[in-house]
């Protein structure tokens, strides 16, 4: 069984491989996939997982081993802005960055979010979706911008903002991580399965 991840983000790549802690063997592909518009996370995530499986069909027609392929989608729920961007907040980042969505937000008198990860998974025949979420606030920009809008983004209870911290420190309390956690779990008893 070959399992993929679709992702051309070199950040998320960084971080998926440190969470799969050689558990897992993921090969990492990079398509462009169409995203339908939806503010449902879930909803977009499973359509983008079928996609992109088709799309990996096409390209492995000569490959007879069963294909699971996994895709990701983040989304940042900003309270004050009735839960906007959602999963629109990559393009929000786009056009205004974080120092923008921070400049915005602090109009308000409530800077409440909450971070959404959802990896969706499809093998042709069934989708499975994992979600993690993390409440925060929306504060002004601290540490490196490289990771999207992480140095906004200060999680309930801690000081500092997810670009502030360390891996160690950001992967107990990320979305993503807990999210992760829910598919490898998954993963590993299907591959036990398929394997016995």
Same mark, same amino acid.
């Given at each position: 069984?070959?399992l993929?991840?679709?992702?051309?983000?070199k950040?998320?790549?960084? =971080?998926?491989?440190?969470?799969?802690?050689?558990?897992?063997?993921? =090969?990492?592909?990079?398509?462009?996939?169409?995203?339908?518009?939806?503010?449902?996370?879930? =909803?977009?995530?499973?359509?983008?997982?079928?996609?992109?499986?088709?799309?990996?069909? #096409?390209?492995?027609?000569?490959?007879?081993?069963?294909?699971?392929?996994?895709? #990701?989608?983040?989304?940042? @729920?900003?309270?004050?802005?009735?839960?906007?961007?959602?999963?629109?907040?990559?393009?929000?980042?786009?056009?205004?960055?974080s120092?923008g969505? @921070?400049?915005?937000?602090?109009?308000?008198?409530?800077?409440?979010?909450?971070?959404?990860?959802? @990896?969706?998974?499809?093998?042709?025949e069934?989708?499975? /979706?994992f979600?993690?979420?993390?409440?925060?606030?929306?504060? #002004?920009? *601290?540490? /490196?911008?490289?990771? /999207?809008?992480?140095?906004?983004f200060?999680?309930?209870?801690?000081?500092?903002?997810?670009?502030?911290?360390?891996?160690? =420190?950001?992967?107990?309390? /990320?979305? *993503?991580?807990?999210a992760?956690?829910?598919?490898?779990?998954?993963?590993?008893?299907?591959?036990?399965k @398929?394997?016995?």
């Amino acid at each position: 069984m070959d399992l993929y991840l679709v992702t051309g983000n070199k950040n998320k790549k960084m =971080e998926i491989e440190r969470m799969m802690n050689n558990e897992l063997k993921i =090969e990492f592909v990079d398509f462009d996939l169409i995203e339908i518009q939806s503010d449902n996370i879930i =909803e977009i995530n499973e359509h983008k997982v079928k996609n992109a499986f088709e799309m990996l069909n #096409e390209k492995n027609s000569q490959n007879n081993k069963k294909q699971i392929v996994i895709t #990701e989608d983040t989304g940042l @729920y900003i309270d004050c802005l009735n839960f906007f961007p959602g999963p629109f907040i990559k393009w929000m980042q786009k056009a205004i960055g974080s120092k923008g969505i @921070y400049e915005i937000v602090s109009k308000f008198n409530d800077n409440k979010c909450h971070a959404i990860c959802v @990896y969706s998974i499809y093998d042709g025949e069934n989708v499975h /979706s994992f979600k993690g979420v993390t409440h925060g606030k929306i504060v #002004e920009p *601290r540490g /490196s911008d490289k990771f /999207s809008w992480d140095n906004i983004f200060l999680p309930n209870e801690f000081k500092k903002t997810f670009a502030e911290m360390t891996f160690c =420190e950001k992967k107990e309390i /990320s979305p *993503r991580f807990k999210a992760f956690v829910q598919l490898k779990e998954f993963l590993l008893k299907e591959l036990n399965k @398929y394997n016995t």
